[in-house]
């Protein structure tokens, strides 16, 4: 450890900051699809367009993913908490049962999600423990007036609700 904060009060802090949360897939080289769930989404520019996210250095499945060079970003709904936990989990069936269509790269677009955001690998720097992963734009899309988005908050999954007024 080379540092003098505890890991238990930093992951405590940091759950106390609200983060979206998304699935990341992709495929390998072989065209086996994998996915990651992660907090750690960002906008990063909007001209060029670019996004990132930081996945650890030791995820398996960034690892597969990144062989393609190309990734997909897909924004969970509110009632989509079974996808969070399911690609959370280490292993090689999280596809299983999953009725996935392809992105225009080839990246896997999971049903019933909110937002969908198609890219190639811009960059990927290693920053601490983790990836820092930029992806340059190349399609998005979303549903037309989401009410429900899900946030992780406190270690668990909460729902935002859109106001109405
Ligand atoms: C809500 C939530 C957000 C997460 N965010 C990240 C993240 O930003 N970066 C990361 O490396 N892992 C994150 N994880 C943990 C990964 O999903 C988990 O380690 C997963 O097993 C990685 O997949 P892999 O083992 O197949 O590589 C998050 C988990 C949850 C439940």
Redesign the pocket.
């Known amino acids: 450890m080379t540092s003098e904060i505890n890991p238990a009060l930093f992951r405590s802090v940091l759950g106390h900051a609200p983060?979206s949360?998304v699935v990341v897939t992709g495929c390998d080289a072989s065209g086996q699809p994998?996915?990651?769930?992660?907090?750690?989404?960002v906008s990063v520019s909007l001209d060029p367009p670019l996004v990132g996210?930081?996945?650890?250095t030791?995820?398996?499945?960034?690892?597969a993913i990144q062989e393609s060079g190309h990734f997909c970003v897909n924004i969970l709904g509110a009632d989509q908490e079974d996808l969070?936990?399911k690609?959370?989990?280490?292993?090689d069936d999280?596809f299983e049962g999953i009725n996935w269509t392809p992105s225009s790269t080839g990246s896997p677009v999971l049903p019933g999600v909110i937002g969908v955001i198609d890219c190639s690998i811009e960059s990927q720097d290693v920053v601490g423990d983790?990836y820092f992963v930029v992806g340059r734009v190349a399609q998005m899309s979303h549903v037309e007036n989401a009410d429900t988005a899900m946030v992780?908050f406190r270690g668990k999954?909460v729902s935002a609700t859109y106001p109405t007024a």
Not at 53 to 56: A, D, I, M, Q, R
Not at 87 to 91: D, I, L, N, P, S
């Open positions: 983060t949360v994998f996915g990651i769930t992660i907090g750690s989404f996210f930081l996945p650890g030791s995820s398996r499945s960034w690892n969070c936990w690609f959370a989990k280490e292993g999280k983790h992780f999954v």
